[in-house]
């Protein structure tokens, strides 16, 4: 990566491609790749008319008068028009031949299970929507929601959007700090959590947390607490309650009211490359129309299929399609509670084989475990249920897109690889099945009404196969809105690189075909095990130790994780260093962060290598910790000798 003349090196090349099976093709919604080409023209020639008609797919109280409405950076979609997210998932099933049909399919890292149907998850969510308004939920309050992988979560992330709450769901994996920073810079209100969730055999203790969290949050009013691990937790009268005690006493009545199309929907905290996580803001009607658009056409969905998305709702991922997507379009969801070795390593091929799954999405870093704890485990499976795989969260390595192809889906299933973000809202490149021969480690190309380039840093088309960066030149619309209280920063961090134009922070080739391959990040931003982690959030959670002065956190190459984090950590003065240390500042960055963002190599230096203006030069660190030599512009180093310094001690 050649980061002085802002351009990318694109050093992969792979020849392959694979061609949709007739019979799926056949009964795909696109059915071949001209059909998929004048969706695709008919969209960028007119894409407000494209949406237009696509909007018509959702259930409105009231219809829009405008299909946009773009001040850039700020976009309105479908503006005028007022309809009720909960209801397009839930109400708009009931009558017809969806209303037994099973919304959620839940297992429990235990082995328990639970299947909710349309009518039954509707019940539950006017309830738990009542208890919201019972304990003072107002239509704009913030909520947090701090939950297990159960069917509550859902449940509770769709009674918000019933009566317009804005929901911001942190993934149960964040510790009580994470947990404070998050509540306080939403001003949530109520936070909904359970005593403790299932993981690898374990206890997380949920509950626990949050009271050290409330701690620092003082604008948390009320804790509803699900029950899940009958754990014996603290509850504080007047502020906590038992989530059965109250859906108890709820009604189950609990009309869908209408709320404007942007109607806030939820923030979800993601990591950028400088400061605080942000806190990207969705809104209602475009969110759900990009996420249940892109469902449906990327895994081709059918009313029979059992689709399973292995995501943590805590993440975009499943907020966008194992809740809003495909419960809009009437999909039976699989929902597991627990990791996928436990007990064994072939628990998810054994839910495949128990619920005749037959779309499975999950990401490359699972892929990578799967493939290193070995084939006996997929081989010793019935997986013939399955008809379409797809990959999300990070580039996947031709290797395991083989590995994928022939083990999982034997040959025989598509695989979409599909590119997106946080703030995107919904899939942006990915095949559509039927239509898009694959090729391994290509999302391919932009899905209908996604104008997606990669370009120079002046915003100029690069040639085929020279790298650049990726960046999409309209507005869709499941865009973020802003970010949460802090619009400049929206501004700056997508729309000032260039005029009017998306900046997506990563890099990626178009081939001569016009299929793009995303290359990853090109700021400081690490994707571990296909979550983004900010190098800054770990560096200031070092920073908050007592014996260290100053940090950088780098990524290295990890087989599994994609990224593995490695800190070169300088400590104060008079500190001995000492494989103690390592471990002790590896807990604290758990304990500030959480697991997931768990050092993987503490090296100590007595200096960190930095530009005149006093900017950590990562970039050379990054080679250092992956053991390059280190190549490009080193002109703006302050001091030669760190360098020499640094490599010493790494041999
Ligand atoms: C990376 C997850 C290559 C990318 C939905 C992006 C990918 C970031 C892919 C967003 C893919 C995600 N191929 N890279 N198929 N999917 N990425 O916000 O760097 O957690 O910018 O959203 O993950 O991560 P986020």
Known sequence: MSTS????????????????????????????????????????????????QQAETLQWMQKWNKVLEWNPPHAKWFVGGKLNISANCLDRHLHGPRHNKAAIIWEGEPGEQRILTYQMLHREVCKFANV????????????????????????????????????????????????????????????????????????????????????????????????RCNLSVNMKAGRDMWWHEEMAKASADCPAEPFDSEHPLFILYTSGSTGKPKGILHTSAGYLLGTSSTHKWVFDLKEDDVYWCTADVGWITG??????????????????????????????????????????YT?????????????????????????????????????????????????????????WQTETGSMMIAPMPGAIPTKPGSATKPLPGIIAEVVDQKGNRVAANQGGFLVIRKPWPSMLRTIFNDDVRYKEQYWSQIPNTYFTADGAREDEDGYIWVMGRVD??????????????????????????ESAVVGKPDEIKGEGICCFVTVKAGVVVSEELKKELRDHVT???????RPDEIRFTDSLPKTRSGKIMRRLLRDIASGKQTTGDTSTLEDYTVLSKLRQEDE
């Open 5 to 52: 003349s802002g351009n990318i090196t694109s050093v992969l090349k792979e020849t392959r491609a694979f061609i949709p099976p007739a019979e799926f093709s056949a009964n795909a919604h696109v059915k071949s790749m001209a059909e998929y080409e004048k969706l695709w023209q008919d969209a960028a020639k007119d894409p407000e008319k494209f949406w237009g």
């Open 132 to 227: 919201l308004k019972n304990i003072g939920t107002k239509s704009g309050d913030r909520v947090t929601i701090y939950m297990p992988m159960i069917p509550e979560a859902a449940i509770a992330m769709l009674a918000c959007a019933r009566i317009g709450a804005i929901h911001s769901v942190i993934f149960g994996g964040y510790s009580a700090d994470a947990v404070a920073d998050r509540n306080n810079d939403a001003g949530a209100k109520i936070l909904i959590t359970a005593d403790g969730g299932w993981r690898r055999g374990k206890v997380i203790p949920l509950k626990e947390n949050v009271d050290k969290s409330l701690e620092k949050s003082p604008t948390i009013e009320k804790v509803v607490v699900f029950n």
């Open 319 to 360: 907020h966008s399609y194992i809740v809003y997507g495909p419960l809009c379009n009437g999909a039976t969801v699989m929902m597991f509670e627990g990791a996928p070795n436990h007990p064994k390593e072939d628990r998810f091929w054994e839910i495949i084989e128990k619920y005749r799954v037959s779309i499975f």
């Open 363 to 419: 990401a490359p870093t699972a892929i990578r475990a799967f493939i290193k704890w070995g084939d006996h485990w997929p081989d010793s499976h019935d997986l013939s249920s399955l008809r379409l795989l797809g990959s999300v969260g990070e580039p996947i390595n031709t290797e395991a897109w083989m590995w994928y192809h022939e083990k999982i889906g034997k040959g025989r299933c598509p695989i979409v690889d599909t590119w």
């Open 524 to 549: 400081d931003v690490l994707n571990v095990a296909g979550h983004r982690l900010s190098t800054m959030e770990i560096e200031s959670a070092l920073g908050s130790h007592a014996k260290v002065a």
């Open 591 to 597: 304990k500030e962060i959480g697991a997931l963002a």
